[in-house]
């Protein structure tokens, strides 16, 4: 399959262009055959020019089982997966069908229910864990590609509005959502052809992202699209990332909150060198301020820098490099563009908080069977984030909360994040989790899970004592438990109903 179409004009007047995923591949492949695209931390890699064949042989697999246009397919693989994932994922794309990826970690009920919810048709899947039964079949990457092998099957074309995609929400606050994309989208901003690529001071960027997140799908375009390949940590420990960056001399960096609070609190910059890294970029949820800051001290010769998006809105994000002036601020629009508006959904003057809206510069997203989901979200090219926070007189971007985890005690209103970032400045809280708890006065009282550092001695009263100098009293936590690690989902953020859990269970 070669790829005929010259996006020279399109090239010259600096547009991007409109592409398949395994465009991307193909011609990548053309250019770099034998450039590694994706390592792993156990050794394996996955040049350019393998993905491309091996993706080709296991399509020509797909469409001799009957798979064809639209077909959804499931692929579950782990970490350690990601070179049988990534040709696996440009496999079903090649022949015309939808990828589902779906990270190993999620259990065998969770992935019944994705694969009732889209009607799968197949299920790729590396060896080992509970395969659910069902009316799709299920196969190895190993067992389709010897099925592939020799005559090579026709295979459809396809065009940049096809869907390519359904990646599922982590559904913390119901059940998953099936967001489904385009070609087109996935890929936008992306320039196969050019001459300089994305990240292009170093060979190799480290992430630690689950297949089946957002995170972990841009992890995936950026293999496809920037100058280093992707090296993926099996297993995220500090100490294992840390020395992944010191052994490689890892120039780009991406983490989740959770993971920099880690290595902050794992002192990894007093045990390796990390002076190669010269992007930090974070993403899933915004930085804490103090976690930030900590971040440029131990990562010397980095630009730290906070990604704001989600599944549904991407590409459109915001990006901010941590400024000490504006600690909370989460950028300006770098693609697409932001809003702050009102339960009308009219825009609000600067100051004002109100729902934030992020606008896809390509094509929008879109719920998956759930049309009365996606009209309170999806909205004439907006898509309302779920998050509250207001722009400041320069245009950046601050949040408050998350809309569904503001908490009304009494008359007032208290964000969790304000609560969070606080507790973050006292030297023996390592993570915390804010949520709010039934009161039968108030309504709703302050109630916050603290991973203590390790080693000092923590005191929940002092805590409250440090918290009132900074927080109101109705802000300050009425109710502390603390845990050895704080439950997540996969993407790393808090699982606030089981933070809750955990402090009903310990009062």
Known sequence: MRSNRSDEPE??????????????????????????????????????????T??????????????????????????????????????VTMAGAVAVPVSDRRPAEALRYLLDHCGAAALLTAPGGDTPDGPWWTAGPEELAAEGAGEQA?????RAEDPAQLLYTSGTTGRPKGVLATHGNVTHGTRPTARH??????????????????????????????????????????????RLIEQRSVGSVFVVPAMAAELLHAKVQTRFDLSSVRLLGSTAAALPPSVATALTEAFPNATVVNYYTSTEAAPAQTAMIYDPGRPTALGRAARGS??????????????????????SPGAQRSYYRDAEAGAAVFRTGWVRMGDVGYLDPEGYLHLVDRE???????????????????????????????????HPVLGMSVGAVVVPVEGVPFDPAALRAFLGQRLAAHEIPARIATAGRLPRNEGGKPLKGAVRDLLTVRA
């Open 154 to 158: 026709e295979l459809p074309v396809v």
């Open 197 to 242: 690529r994305p990240l292009a001071h170093s060979e190799q960027f480290v992430h630690s992202f689950a297949v089946g997140t957002n995170a972990g799908q841009t992890m995936l375009v950026n293999a496809l699209d920037a100058h280093p390949g992707a090296l993926v940590l099996s297993h995220f420990t500090p100490g294992r990332f840390a």
């Open 338 to 359: 932001v809003m702050v508006a009102g339960p009308d959904g009219q825009p609000l003057p600067a100051g004002e908080s109100g729902d934030v809206h992020l606008r």
């Open 404 to 438: 569904s985890d503001v908490i009304k005690s009494g008359a007032h209103k208290v964000s969790t994040l304000q609560v969070e970032a606080a507790a973050l400045e006292h030297p023996a809280v390592a993570e915390v989790a804010v949520v709010g708890l039934p």
């Open 54 to 91: 091996g993706a080709r042989v296991l399509a020509g697999a797909l469409v001799r089982r009957g798979i064809g246009r639209g077909d959804r397919v499931a692929l579950r693989f782990g970490l350690r997966d990601w070179p049988e994932f990534a040709r696996c994922y440009c496999a």
């Open 11 to 52: 090239r010259a007047a600096g547009r991007p262009v409109g592409r398949t995923v395994h465009e991307l591949l193909e011609i990548r492949s053309q250019l770099q055959p034998e450039r590694v695209a994706i390592a792993t931390d156990d050794g394996r890699a996955l040049t350019f020019a393998e993905w491309h």
